[in-house]
């Protein structure tokens, strides 16, 4: 590869364009050379995305590592921004790629891995490409598309690791995938996809791959080491992208069909009654249960009466929340099918051998 001369920058800043990769970029040789930066640090992101390294870089030698699947998407005429599974898209200002358009709502898409494939998935107005409307895109280098018939998305890299971390407990083992997971305790055991304060373990992407703090201090997660959280024995194991998909369901917990309609949602189970839920909320579950993935209760809200202001509407949010859970506690579903955060998001938790039904 030519050499070239670069710019000064400290080291420093290539590690914090790549922790937006949530690649790690390493120095595996620096032979005196102090600083990297400017065009050359956008040109070591680029290649990263891209999964070619290692590279020489005059006298630093960098080298990547994949820990989590992601997608590069670029707002036509914009910079490009990675997003994760989980990740989505709109004009919210917490969205993981905002479009500041008037035309774009709130949460436009989302970014889902299902099995060893990146999805864009519509959860508000249109999605198309080459003018077919689509509510289910599979997500390819090169491809483009058009949010709410104005904005077009490119694709601009899809990276799937052949393996990943996850970490493996009573139950469960959960692919590293996000950015950041807390470990929760109640009603059982879980790591949920955000920060969650208090949490006795959280777990985030970092550079050089994933750090873990059980309450002592940041430590690398490695394959093979394990630790004992609140009497909870957390392995770190590594497993083929999509395996821990078919991990087998908790025991005691038969699985759920449930199958959302416009104004209800009915819940299937092998051994007791269905259970229909109607009105606020059976909305309410069945746009959770489609979304498929954590949301900001205003996504939801804005849905259900109105997209001007959904935080007015917070009184009846919580009322109707309240109702479904009612619902769902008398009737004997588990308590965390719907399921909150801790920072403003909700989600229809599914486990492994649940599935839902699109009757909407």
Known sequence: ??????????????????????????????????????????????????????????????STMLTRPQVTLRVVGSEPVVVAPGGFIGRLQTAALRIPDPRVPEAAGLVSLRGRELHLLALRGELSVEGVPEDDVVLEAGLVVRVAGAVDIEVVAVDLPERVLALRFPGQVRELCASVYSLILEPQPDLVPSFVEGAPARVWSTAEGWSIDVGSGAESVRAGRSWDVAGIRIDAVEV?????????????????????????????????????????????????????????????????????????????????????????????????????????????????????????
């Open 240 to 360: 083929a992208l999509g395996e821990a998909a078919t991990a087998p369901t908790v025991a005691g917990q038969e699985p759920l069909t449930i199958v959302a309609r416009t104004t209800s949602v009915h819940i299937q189970r092998s051994r007791r009654p269905p259970v229909t839920v109607d009105g606020l909320p059976g909305q309410l579950l069945s746009e959770l249960a489609m979304i498929k993935s954590a949301v900001a209760w205003e996504v939801i809200a804005g849905e259900l009466w109105g997209r001007r202001d959904p935080s007015r509407h917070r009184m009846s949010w919580d009322r109707a929340l309240r109702r479904l859970r009612m619902q769902l506690r008398e009737a004997g579903v588990r308590d965390d099918l719907v399921r909150a955060d801790g920072r403003g998001n909700v989600e229809c938790f599914l486990y492994p051998g649940d599935r839902v039904v699109d009757e909407a």
């Open 1 to 62: 590869m030519q050499r070239r001369d670069l710019p000064t920058q400290p080291i420093g800043g290539l590690a914090l364009e790549a922790s937006q990769l949530d690649c790690g970029l390493l120095p595996v040789g620096r032979d005196g050379v102090e600083h990297i930066g400017g065009a050359a640090v956008a040109n070591v992101v680029e290649q990263a995305v891209a999964g070619d390294c290692p590279r020489d870089y005059g006298s630093l030698r960098v």
